[in-house]
């Protein structure tokens, strides 16, 4: 009879056991499927602008505005020849005054705030502390409040119109952003490689540019994307100081909009020749960019 009991108890609790975890995988299941669903929404909601822009770029005038909206049409390049071979070039002039500001406003970027962020990095030395926040307070000012006063400074300098008026002060926002971001990275790195270096006869320069400089690379590379985005993109500086040849690409897709209309074909089609190579620089470096976005978060 106990054994009988027993094997009936067995039985029951195995049948209440692989009920409860028939239950628990189910719950996870539904979990997953949630997590994937927003994911997927996410994603959606963040990639149709890029779609709409790349789609609007290669529909016809009349396709543009059908109602319903044409998801199926004949794909065509007039809006990309239209603004590449244009006579006036001003797309093209765009162009090529946004790689020259964005790439030479980024390598002076490092160039300056890899060494700032060793150095704030390793050493101890009277005012750090106030250095560090000047810095990062450069990242708090509203760019609209200071356009006037860099506007008059570019004016008497006779800087206006100039890719260097606009080089120095992107400089002052994407300096200070290098800093921050590679001053974890190179606290990051264990200072009992600097000692070793040290020993094996290496000079501070040495250590810097053979050592951690190369151990860096993947905050560098995340600061290197940040500056080059911010200054492609911006928008505020280029309209105020540059005019006529002196236009950044923003600045160009913007004169598409018009008092007599919105040249949206154009428009669209400039907008994608801006975003082209942000993306093509991200995927060569995407490796990077994952480590050096993830830095930090595991102690």
């Known amino acids: 009879m106990a054994r009988a009991n027993n094997h009936?108890?067995?039985?029951?609790?195995?049948?209440?056991?692989?009920?409860?975890?028939?239950?628990?995988?189910?719950?996870?299941?539904?979990?997953?499927?949630?997590?994937?669903?927003?994911?997927?929404?996410?994603?959606?909601?963040?990639?149709?602008?890029?779609?709409?822009?790349?789609?609007?770029?290669?529909?016809?005038?009349?396709?543009?505005?059908?109602?319903?909206?044409?998801?199926?049409?004949?794909?065509?390049l007039e809006h990309y020849t239209a603004v590449l071979q244009d006579q006036a070039g001003s797309v093209r002039t765009g162009l090529q005054n946004s790689i020259v500001v964005a790439v030479g406003t980024t390598l002076i970027a490092l160039i300056l705030g890899t060494p700032a962020a060793y150095v704030l990095a390793r050493f101890e030395f009277r005012g750090k502390r106030d250095l560090w926040f000047w810095f990062i307070s450069n990242r708090f000012i509203s760019p609209i409040v200071v356009a006037l006063p860099f506007f008059l400074i570019a004016r008497d300098l006779k800087l206006l119109n100039t890719p260097t008026a606009l080089m120095l002060i992107y400089l002052t926002f994407n300096v200070p952003l290098v800093i921050w971001l590679c001053l974890d990275q190179f606290r990051s790195i264990p200072t009992e490689i600097d000692e070793q270096a040290k020993v094996d006869g290496c000079n501070l320069f040495q250590t810097f540019f053979r050592i951690n400089l190369p151990l860096a690379i993947p905050g560098v590379v995340v600061s290197a994307i940040l500056c080059f985005i911010f200054s492609w993109n911006e928008l505020l500086f280029a309209l105020i100081l540059n005019r006529g040849s002196g236009q950044t690409a923003p600045v160009q897709a913007a004169n598409f909009m018009t008092g007599f209309g919105i040249k949206w074909g154009e428009m669209m089609a400039t907008g994608t020749l801006i975003v082209l190579p942000v993306v093509i620089f991200a995927a060569l470096v995407s490796r990077h960019l994952t480590r050096g976005l993830t830095m930090g978060a595991i102690k």
């Open 8 to 76: 009936l108890f067995n039985a029951m609790t195995g049948t209440h056991s692989a009920t409860a975890a028939r239950r628990r995988v189910r719950h996870v299941d539904w979990g997953a499927w949630v997590q994937l669903f927003l994911l997927i929404l996410l994603l959606v909601v963040l990639l149709f602008p890029f779609y709409f822009m790349v789609t609007t770029s290669l529909k016809q005038q009349n396709d543009t505005f059908a109602i319903p909206p044409k998801i199926w049409f004949a794909p065509t």
